[in-house]
């Protein structure tokens, strides 16, 4: 499927919409938002849209697919049965990510990073620290959205589905806030 059959899926689910938002992450405001919770309520997408990311990984040894919470809990489940390995999720505790829930990352296991959206790069950051911490050797990320302005490098190769470069800015600058439009919070950290 090409970078433009899975925009049009994107769409069609409701995942990216336009108007005006609030970048979580970076608090900078844009006019277009992903919101990827709207593509997972129609299974047959998502793992259609997964399927092309799982290919990217069919020749590495994947022991653990690792979605960090919550956005990457589904793509984690749907990449870890494609490519027929366990499967986990990391969560914010005390405003940094953990493995709570009992789960463990066995040393030297092979560690495949799921996420539905990267925008700053920080919190893969910081599950990277984390699977590295527990003794796990990361593998790479695979993401279904990638809003990143520039490349990131992660020292591990990342595939995106898509990848967009909405515009962003800050607040006194955002043309959507000098015409009055309503600012939405469609995310938040604190999960």
């Known amino acids: 499927m090409t970078q433009q059959e899975r925009m049009a899926i994107l769409r069609e689910t409701g995942a990216i919409t336009e108007g005006h938002f609030l970048i979580t992450s970076s608090h900078r405001h844009t006019g277009r938002m992903v919101q990827l919770a709207r593509l997972f309520e129609d299974p047959a997408k998502t793992k259609a849209i997964l399927a092309d990311l799982a290919a990217e990984f069919a020749d590495t040894q994947v022991d653990l697919v690792l979605g960090p919470a919550i956005g990457g809990i589904l793509p984690a489940y749907e990449l ?12 914010r505790e005390n405003g940094r990510m953990r493995l709570r829930r009992g789960y463990q990352i066995e ?40 809003l990143a302005a520039s490349r990131l490098d992660f020292g591990v190769p990342l595939y995106s589905a898509v990848c967009i470069a909405p515009e962003s800015f800050d607040e006194d600058e955002c043309p959507y806030c000098q015409k009055g439009i309503a600012l939405i919070r469609p995310a938040s950290r604190s999960i």
Not at 127 to 138: K, N
């Open 107 to 146: 040393n030297g296991a092979r560690v495949l990073i799921a996420e539905d959206v990267i925008t700053t790069g920080g919190s893969l950051r910081e599950v990277l620290a984390l699977v590295r911490a527990a003794g796990g050797v990361p593998v790479g990320i695979a993401a279904i959205a990638n």
């Open 80 to 91: 870890s049965s494609q490519l027929g390995a366990k499967n986990i999720f990391c969560e």
